[in-house]
């Protein structure tokens, strides 16, 4: 079954293209990341935000989530193939970033 897609930046917009996504994606680009470390890195996300955040991304399969049966639960989650992917684009992003405030 192939997927219709009439403009493929909307596709990849709608699957990346909120405020968080980029961010968590990005930060998972230094490797598997326990949860409360990786929001850390995230200023201004709310638990409430990254939740939803990172299960939106896992659902889309841009990343994996391990669960470890310990007390307190330890989570851990990582980039998968399809979101490995996103580098350039998450790096090119970055560099983009840091050109322009050197204007």
């Known amino acids: 079954m192939s ?3 009439d403009c493929p930046l909307n ?8 405020k968080w996504k980029p961010l968590i994606l ?7 990341m326990r949860s409360g470390i990786l929001q850390k ?7 409430k935000m990254f939740t939803q955040t990172v299960r939106e991304l896992e659902k889309d ?3 994996l989530r391990k ?4 007390v ?4 851990e989650y990582s980039l998968s193939k399809r979101g490995k992917s996103l ?5 090119g992003l970055d560099a983009w970033g840091m050109e322009d405030l050197e204007v």
């Open 3 to 5: 997927k219709v897609i």
């Open 11 to 18: 596709y990849t917009m709608n699957l990346i293209g909120t």
């Open 26 to 32: 990005f930060h998972l680009l230094e490797g598997e």
């Open 41 to 47: 890195k995230i200023q201004g996300i709310s638990n």
């Open 61 to 63: 399969g841009l990343v």
């Open 67 to 70: 669960v470890f049966p310990v």
């Open 72 to 75: 307190p639960p330890k989570v």
């Open 87 to 91: 580098e350039t684009v998450l790096r």
